[in-house]
């Protein structure tokens, strides 16, 4: 069966440091992947999201940065963090563009 | 462009009584897919039921239902036989048929829902 990582759980970060949030699956080959923001009070926010190894698409303008170097391997990431980056990151795949999302368990970023 | 409303920020119900969750949408659109996501404490984000818009029967999933009404733009959640384990945060979400993929989800707001003992 598939299931999806993302770590850390929670993470307390200083502004201007950088970030790196990992993202894996297992169980399945060129899933699609997704990383989305839930800000307190708000929506999910679509960040990123990719079909492929090294294709990244942008969805917000922002100092977030992804890669997936790997076929299962999704990473987020900031060279320096903003008080506005905290929020709630939530991995996801999918074996098509039009399936079902399937979650990660999040990670909670604060950035004092 | 499309818009998702879940007018109840927060909810509560009894221990095995039945509550209703409202989520409106607005669109132009005839072919779409409407979804009710669970986010329990944990924070994982879980699919509960999915309607496709040519569809005229409500979908279901166990004690979970859905009320389409494709007129009215209304797409509420019914959780029968409320358990402690329903406790969460639910998600009302609308996706395009036209572009179909996840990358066009609209996301409601959410309503929390407390089950009382």
């Known amino acids: 069966s598939q299931t999806i990582h993302q770590w850390p759980a929670t993470l307390v970060q200083p502004v201007g440091s950088p970030l790196s949030l990992e993202c894996t699956v297992e169980?399945?080959?060129?899933?699609?992947l997704y990383w989305y923001r839930q800000a307190a009070g708000r929506g999910l926010q679509l960040l990123f999201y990719s079909v492929g190894i090294g294709q990244i698409s942008s969805e917000v303008p922002q100092n977030l940065s992804a890669s997936r170097p790997q076929d299962r391997q999704f990473i987020l990431s900031s060279k320096k963090l903003l008080l506005s980056d905290s929020g709630f990151y939530l991995c996801?795949?999918?074996?098509?563009?039009?399936?079902?999302?399937?979650f990660g368990n999040g990670t909670r970023l604060t950035v004092t | 462009a499309q818009t998702v409303t879940q007018s109840q920020p927060e909810m509560s119900v009894q221990e095995a009584e039945t509550v209703t969750l409202s989520c409106t949408y607005d669109?132009?659109?005839?072919?779409?897919?409407l979804f009710w996501y669970k986010q329990p404490p944990s924070r994982q984000m879980i699919l509960v039921i999915r309607q496709e818009a040519y569809k005229q029967q409500n979908a279901t999933e166990n004690r979970f239902s859905v009320n389409f009404q494709k007129a009215a733009k209304s797409f509420s959640l019914k959780i029968s036989d409320s358990q402690l384990g329903d406790a969460a945060m639910y998600f009302c979400?609308?996706?395009?048929?036209?572009?179909?993929?996840?990358?066009?989800?609209?996301w409601g707001l959410g309503t929390s829902l407390a089950v009382n003992p």
């Open positions: 979400a609308y996706r395009t048929e036209n572009a179909g993929n996840n990358r066009k989800l609209i």
């Open positions: 996801a795949w999918s074996v098509q563009e039009d399936s079902p999302l399937h």
């Open positions: 669109t132009s659109e005839s072919d779409y897919y």
């Open positions: 169980g399945t080959s060129n899933p699609n």
